[in-house]
């Protein structure tokens, strides 16, 4: 006879088949005689024995549940995530100002505090220059988001500032300060006093470089 799985407990190892005459066969998973185990949805064939099922085959298996998933969809469609989108430096402005968090360089005006140049003279002040990298790039935003008439001249100084920024003033305040190679002694969260590669730095440089990418064209708008 033939029939449909209404349900199948693998835990206890029982089920129930709703055959083609209408009846319901109780079924435990011995009575299944296919090598995979049987689920709800599946067409099978058995053996009515009374009120029981016995020597059942499955004749073709219930499609497998999909997995959940988060449907984007909605995100993706609304006007302000698209406008987003479509402005790629958006993104790579946000990228900058992620790696000037992790960089620290928002206190970095904090080394010209207690007097005119701080405890480190100039070069004091060149550090506390790299405050000014996230500051561009929130600027920046606000161009693209506004469609500002400056918007092209704050890319290519934000720019600027993401890619040289990190490099250029922590080697000028180093090479002030007179420490060989623009490397000197430990200071806060910029490590130290001069050139040197840690995570703010690579993703405050990346996000200047993918700005770049994106005005030689090689990096098309994301939506």
């Known amino acids: 006879m033939k029939g449909k799985v209404l349900a199948f407990d693998p835990g206890v190892g029982t089920g129930v088949i709703n055959g083609e005459d209408g009846k319901r066969y109780a079924y435990t998973a011995s009575d299944n005689k296919s090598p995979n185990a049987t689920r709800a949805g599946d067409d099978v064939d058995f053996v ?6 016995k020597d059942i ?16 969809s909605g995100i993706a469609a609304d006007p302000t995530v698209k406008n987003i989108l479509a402005k790629p430096y958006v993104i790579w402005a ?3 100002i992620l790696g000037s968090l992790l960089g620290g360089y928002l206190g970095a005006i904090q080394l010209i505090g207690g007097g005119p140049m701080g405890i480190f003279g100039f070069s004091g002040f060149i550090l506390a220059l790299l405050f000014l990298i996230p500051v561009a790039a929130a600027v ?10 400056l918007t092209q001249t704050m890319r290519l100084v934000t720019m600027g500032a993401a890619i040289g920024g990190p490099i250029i003033l922590p080697t000028l305040a180093g090479m002030m300060l007179g420490v060989g190679n623009g490397l000197g002694a430990a200071y806060g969260s910029f ?18 470089v993918l700005m770049l990418l994106t005005h030689l064209g090689i990096i098309k708008k994301l939506g």
């Open 94 to 96: 946000a990228v900058v």
């Open 57 to 72: 085959f499955v004749l073709m298996a219930a499609p497998a549940a999909a997995a959940p998933g988060i449907d984007l």
């Open 140 to 149: 920046l935003i606000y161009f693209e988001l506004t469609n500002h008439k």
């Open 191 to 208: 490590g130290l006093v001069g050139f040197h590669l840690d995570l703010g730095t690579i993703v405050t440089v990346g996000g200047g």
């Open 48 to 53: 009515a024995d009374g009120a029981n099922a």
